[in-house]
Every structure is written in structure tokens, then in C-alpha cells.
């Protein structure tokens, strides 16, 4: 694993030695059922909300995770708290949909767990709201990372071009070239740091524009 830094969220990918051709070529394919699994719990479609009993206590037509940032929002904002279940929701979605990308964009073989972790390390720190946040800052978070987005919808190009080349060598040589694995986790390193800023909202520091 890569070193640990002293980022609010940090991503780290197990490289692998070997790739199997055969679920590389049909990957697609093999995806579709965890991508629709992964949908139905982040899409925009209707959702039940239920209480620590099990019972269901309302319905939305919004997508859970925009549901919650807008509630978190309001929470930092108007109590200067941070449910501690909301992020450990947000986090525990967020680690099954790196796995889901992961697995999408041939980093691993390991087909996608809704429980363990795999090779897929994605940690988030917990923030001390009062000390450390600033109750003003989630309103225009979204505002100030417009760079990043840009930046990352370039390097998303990258990423789709360097899947490409890197699902044809696997086919060749059983193996991800190494390089082109870096380039890809460390584009969902730094897209990671710009969620946990601007939307999990559990860090005021900007992120860097690195792939580190």
C-alpha cells in the first residue's frame, strides 16, 4: 500500500501481480449486476428512509447521497453538528462504489463485496465540527472546487484512454501495466480528496491538485 498521508480522505488500490484475461475481456458484462445494485442505492430515484428499528419513516424522489449532503449542510450550518451515523453511512457508500469503480476499471479482479474491503482502502476522517469546521463553508464548498471539476473531467478523459490500452495489454500479458495503474488510482485520489471537501464536507482544507 501507498504511504499514509495526512489527508481528511485517502485512497489506496493493492496492485496486482496477475489479471484474469477472461473476466478482463468481459468485464462489462460481469459489472452489470453491482452497477445496478450500486444505483438503486445512489441514484436519483425514489427512496424509503428507515430508522435503527427497521421501520420506514418517509419517502423521497431524490437520490440518497444528494439527500444527505443538503441535510449535512444544514446540520453544520444551523447546529454545528455532524451525525456521526450520517457519515459513517456516506463513507460506507462511497468505499462500495470505489470498489465498483475499481473493479470497472480493471484494478482488480476481485469481484465487488457490499462488505469487505478487498484491495480497495479508502479511509475518511471523522471531523470535530466545532473545532474544525467552519459553519459558513459548506454553502459555497461546491462553489470553490469549479477548478477541480475541470481538472477532473479532464483527467477522467485520461482514465477512460488509459482503461482502454491497459484492457488490451492485460488480454497480451496477464498483467496492468504498472504506470497506467498509478495515473488511475491517483486520479481517484484526488477525486476522492474533492468529495470529501465538497460534498461529505468533513474538511475546510482545499485539496490539492495532485495525483498523490
Avoid: C
Avoid at 83 to 92: C, T
Avoid at 138 to 152: D, E, F, Q, R, T
Avoid at 155 to 182: C, E, K, N, Q
Amino acid at each position: 500500500m501507498a504511504d499514509i498521508t495526512n489527508d481528511a480522505a485517502r485512497l489506496d488500490i493493492d496492485y496486482p501481480d496477475q489479471m484474469d484475461r477472461m473476466t478482463t475481456f468481459f468485464r462489462l458484462i460481469w459489472a452489470i449486476p453491482i452497477l445496478v445494485v450500486l444505483g438503486l442505492l445512489s441514484g436519483s430515484g425514489g427512496s424509503q428512509y428507515v430508522n435503527e428499528a427497521g421501520k420506514m419513516v418517509g419517502t423521497s424522489g431524490g437520490g440518497i447521497t444528494a439527500g444527505l449532503f443538503a441535510a449535512t449542510v444544514l446540520m453544520i450550518v444551523f447546529r454545528q453538528r455532524y451525525p456521526r451515523w450520517w457519515f459513517d453511512f456516506a463513507v460506507e457508500l462511497a468505499r462500495f462504489g470505489a470498489r465498483v469503480g475499481a473493479y470497472l476499471l480493471l484494478l482488480t479482479d476481485r469481484y465487488p463485496s457490499t462488505v469487505d474491503a478487498q484491495s480497495v482502502h479508502l479511509a475518511v476522517d471523522y471531523p470535530d465540527v466545532e473545532r474544525d469546521l467552519n459553519r459558513w463553508l459548506p454553502l459555497v464548498k461546491w462553489l470553490l472546487a469549479i477548478p477541480h471539476y475541470i481538472a477532473l473531467m479532464v483527467l477522467g478523459i485520461g482514465v477512460v484512454l488509459v482503461t482502454i490500452i491497459a484492457w488490451f495489454a492485460i488480454l497480451f500479458t496477464g498483467s496492468y501495466p504498472r504506470s497506467m495503474f498509478d495515473f488511475v488510482v491517483g486520479v481517484g485520489r484526488w477525486g476522492v480528496r474533492v468529495w470529501a471537501y465538497a460534498f461529505l464536507l468533513v474538511t475546510d482544507t482545499y485539496p490539492p491538485f495532485s495525483l498523490k
